[in-house]
């Protein structure tokens, strides 16, 4: 028998006893309504319930399942159907400092499919805790709404303050889109070829091209250029301000828009003539895009589920179109523009009591201006020396330089 060690949920081996099939809190057989008999089983369904989630919420929850099943089994040696309010407690203290180090805490940026995997990158702070105590406040309710076993409440007085649980869970949904990885597409292509071409024409528009689904619906058979002396092929693309931008096609998709030239009965160098009679032909109607935002995902989704791909699976199921922008230009250079899709958090400033503001301000230094002097001016040759003497502050001294004018010329003139 396989030794117990921290793995992830689709591996996991749990000890004898513990992988939950006889819980303490598992609910009575006949109300159970999943084919899940195990705690890991149950995990990995309760995570492709909905398969039109979010990758990033995708990866959240996964996460804080894995960390939670690996530490009943292990550290605390009892079942996850088994875990009460204690149990929940406890592991909050140990997901604040997971030790030994070297058995839960990897680097940064290390993939699953690695030995050195491990559930934490880092000892969690108070508010990534109580994020993913909500996480797993679904996970024991979906439990119990499927009758597999009736979990505990997560006590909401875990949480440190409604503003920083509220930071959390806006941290989490404006994750930014990630493009697909390079296995991804590969599965996708490998569906494309089952679907319709036209279908297959309009997802390789959005991968080749880095065009949104609009722009693509916008695009008619009048505005594709064949290629001229063995060049590639071109796009005229329209954007939503009338802007029209010539943008050149990579050899696997213009391999496609011959192909659906041909399917059309429109021979080489009749493009432009078949455009003008029929100027009411599109690349992608809409009714495509519609199905093929969600069958063609779906579909790699499975295929890579069946060959056990479990990581691109689950990128799969719950990428769209969107993920397409930019993955062509990756995958391309190979390399990862990390920066450009790295989350910002949004820094929230404190807000201040009345009786703040007011100790702010007396402890503020109090700055007098220095009193402002009359500006010099300009006078003509005749002038009163008493009358000015009058007007100015004696703090002059006595002395002023004026501007003086002459018949000979301006020149300035000491008075004391």
Same mark, same amino acid.
């Given at each position: 028998?396989?030794?117990? +060690?921290?793995?992830?949920?689709?591996?996991?081996?749990?000890?004898?006893? $513990?992988?939950?099939? !006889?819980?303490?809190?598992?609910?009575?057989?006949?109300q159970?309504?999943?084919?899940?008999?195990?705690d890991?089983?149950?995990?990995?369904?309760?995570?492709?319930?909905?398969?039109?989630?979010?990758?990033?919420? %995708?990866?959240?929850?996964?996460?804080?399942?894995?960390?939670?099943?690996?530490?009943?089994?292990?550290?605390?040696?009892?079942?996850?159907?088994?875990?009460?309010?204690?149990?929940?407690?406890?592991?909050?203290?140990?997901?604040?400092?997971?030790?030994?180090?070297? &058995?839960?805490?990897?680097?940064?940026?290390?993939?699953?499919?690695?030995?050195?995997?491990?559930?934490?990158?880092?000892?969690?702070?108070?508010?990534?805790?109580?994020?993913?105590?909500? /996480?797993?406040?679904?996970?024991?309710?979906?439990?119990?709404?499927?009758g597999?076993?009736r979990?505990?409440? +997560?006590?909401?007085?875990?949480?440190?303050?409604?503003?920083?649980?509220?930071a959390?869970?806006?941290?989490?949904?404006?994750?930014?889109? %990630?493009?697909? #990885?390079?296995?991804?597409?590969?599965?996708?292509?490998?569906?494309?070829?089952t679907?319709?071409?036209? #279908?297959?024409m309009? /997802?390789?528009?959005?991968?080749?091209?880095?065009?949104?689904?609009?722009?693509?619906?916008?695009?008619?058979?009048g505005?594709?250029?064949?290629?001229?002396?063995?060049?590639?092929?071109?796009?005229?693309?329209?954007?939503?301000?009338?802007?029209? !931008?010539? +943008?050149?096609?990579?050899?696997?998709?213009?391999? *496609?828009?011959?192909?659906?030239?041909?399917?059309?009965?429109?021979?080489?160098g009749?493009?432009?003539?078949?455009?003008?009679?029929?100027?009411?032909?599109?690349?992608?109607?809409p009714?495509?895009?519609?199905?093929v #935002?969600?069958?063609?995902?779906?579909?790699?989704?499975?295929l890579? !589920?069946?060959?056990?791909?479990?990581?691109?699976? %689950?990128?799969?199921?719950?990428?769209?179109?969107?993920?397409?922008? &930019?993955?062509?230009?990756?995958?391309?250079?190979? *390399? /990862? $523009?990390?920066?450009?899709?790295?989350?910002k958090?949004?820094?929230?400033?404190?807000?201040?009591?009345?009786?703040?503001?007011?100790?702010a301000r007396?402890?503020?230094?109090? +700055?007098?201006?220095?009193?402002k002097?009359?500006?010099?001016?300009?006078?003509?040759?005749?002038?009163?020396?008493?009358?000015?003497?009058?007007?100015?502050?004696?703090?002059?001294?006595?002395?002023?330089?004026l501007?003086?004018?002459?018949?000979?010329?301006?020149?300035?003139?000491?008075?004391?």
């Open positions: 028998m396989l030794e117990p +060690v921290v793995c992830q949920a689709e591996h996991f081996v749990a000890p004898a006893g $513990l992988d939950g099939a !006889r819980g303490a809190r598992r609910m009575d057989p006949q159970k309504r999943t084919g899940a008999n195990t890991a089983e149950a995990i990995l369904e309760w995570l492709w319930i909905n398969p039109n989630k979010r990758h990033s919420t %995708m990866q959240q929850q996964r996460r804080a399942a894995e960390r939670l099943l690996n530490w009943a089994c292990l550290v605390r040696r009892k079942a996850l159907s088994s875990l009460d309010e204690d149990d929940l407690a406890a592991c909050r203290l140990f997901a604040a400092n997971p030790t030994p180090p070297a &058995d839960w805490i990897c680097r940064p940026g290390t993939r699953r499919l690695s030995p050195k995997w491990r559930p934490f990158n880092s000892p969690l702070a108070r508010v990534t805790i109580d994020g993913e105590l909500l /996480v797993l406040r679904s996970l024991f309710a979906w439990m119990e709404a499927v597999y076993a979990m505990p409440t +997560v006590s909401v007085a875990y949480k440190s303050s409604p503003g920083q649980l509220s959390v869970a806006t941290f989490v949904t404006e994750m930014p889109v %990630m493009p697909l #990885s390079k296995p991804g597409w590969d599965w996708v292509a490998q569906g494309l070829a679907l319709s071409l036209q #279908s297959r309009a /997802v390789e528009l959005m991968y080749f091209t880095n065009l949104g689904r609009s722009d693509v619906m916008r695009l008619g058979i505005d594709c250029m064949e290629p001229v002396e063995a060049g590639p092929w071109r796009l005229v693309v329209t954007g939503c301000t009338g802007q029209r !931008r010539t +943008v050149e096609v990579p050899a696997p998709l213009g391999c *496609t828009l011959r192909a659906f030239c041909d399917q059309l009965g429109v021979a080489p009749q493009l432009a003539n078949h455009a003008r009679e029929f100027p009411g032909i599109v690349l992608a109607p009714w495509v895009m519609r199905l #935002s969600v069958s063609a995902f779906r579909l790699a989704a499975g890579a !589920r069946r060959a056990k791909d479990f990581d691109v699976a %689950m990128e799969l199921a719950s990428a769209g179109c969107r993920n397409l922008k &930019d993955a062509f230009a990756l995958h391309s250079k190979g *390399t /990862v $523009l990390r920066d450009k899709f790295k989350p958090r949004k820094r929230k400033r404190k807000r201040r009591t009345p009786e703040q503001m007011q100790e007396l402890a503020k230094p109090q +700055v007098h201006a220095a009193p002097l009359p500006a010099a001016k300009v006078v003509e040759k005749r002038v009163s020396l008493s009358d000015l003497r009058q007007q100015y502050s004696p703090a002059l001294d006595g002395q002023l330089s501007p003086f004018t002459s018949n000979q010329g301006r020149r300035s003139r000491r008075l004391a």
